[in-house]
């Protein structure tokens, strides 16, 4: 059975559908990013995957046991938490929170799996900085690994490298392609950055409130949508 699978899978906020029709299903291992104009549902969708919002029609399954407690989620930062006061190793442990359970302390295993991370993200450098001191690729590494602490099965990305500047946006896309091949963590994104996501992601869900496009890469871009899509991204 797939890691995630929607069938028929629709959204909608008073009555007004969000998001509609949704078959997909994503794979162990998968690079899905999923691509569409402002409006389109894309963070709608994300919010179902995590339980967070339930379909107004349809169903949302998770295979191979997966849970939502069991989820990394990198949301979009808002200007309250780029101010958080605390280090930057606070900020990756707190990525155990929903694994301790009812425990007070967090484990020697938690601080094990919080000192993995942080290598693998290269901020051993920044890990007794302030985490509002950091730069935003800095933040944005510190919550990666942070999601990662929380995960060995799926990510969840919404816009991660959204306000960054080029250079750190590709070093972030290198690394998430570089957790997603090295660890085998399923990664499903919503980003803008279209252009990007046809260069790092195995699969691509183009969504315009409906499914335009769900399939291989290399299938989006031979796609009438896909052609379309990316040809806008290009010319702007």
Do not use: W
């Not at 309250?80 to 425990?103: C, M, N, T």
């Not at 484990?107 to 900085?129: C, F, Q, Y």
């Amino acid at each position: 059975m797939a890691l995630i699978t929607c069938q028929g899978v629709s959204f909608a906020y008073e009555g007004n559908t969000a998001v509609e029709e949704l078959n997909f299903e994503v794979q162990n291992g998968d690079y899905l990013c999923i691509v569409g104009e402002n409006g389109s549902g894309k963070s709608t969708l994300i919010k179902g995957i995590l339980r967070l919002k339930s379909p107004s029609a349809g169903t949302v399954l998770m295979g191979e046991g997966l849970k939502s407690a069991e989820i990394g989620y990198l949301p979009q930062q808002t200007a309250a938490q780029k101010d958080f006061p605390a280090s930057a190793y606070e900020v990756v442990l707190s990525g155990r929170l929903s694994s301790r359970g009812i425990l007070p302390f967090y484990s020697r295993k938690d601080k094990a799996v919080a000192n993995e991370n942080i290598e693998l993200l290269g901020i051993e450098p920044i890990r007794t900085r302030c985490y509002r001191e950091l730069s935003g690729g800095q933040q944005q590494r510190v919550l990666l690994a942070r999601a990662l602490c929380a995960t060995k099965r799926l990510l969840l990305l919404d816009e991660p490298v959204a306000g960054l500047d080029p250079l750190v946006t590709h070093e972030l896309y290198r690394l998430i392609r570089k957790i997603n091949r090295e660890t085998g963590i399923t990664v499903i994104m919503v980003s803008h950055d279209v252009a990007s996501a046809v260069k790092y992601a195995s699969h691509i869900l183009h969504l315009k409130t409906k499914q335009a496009f769900f399939g291989r890469t290399g299938s989006y871009l031979n796609s009438g949508v896909g052609k379309a899509f990316l040809g806008g991204e290009l010319s702007d």
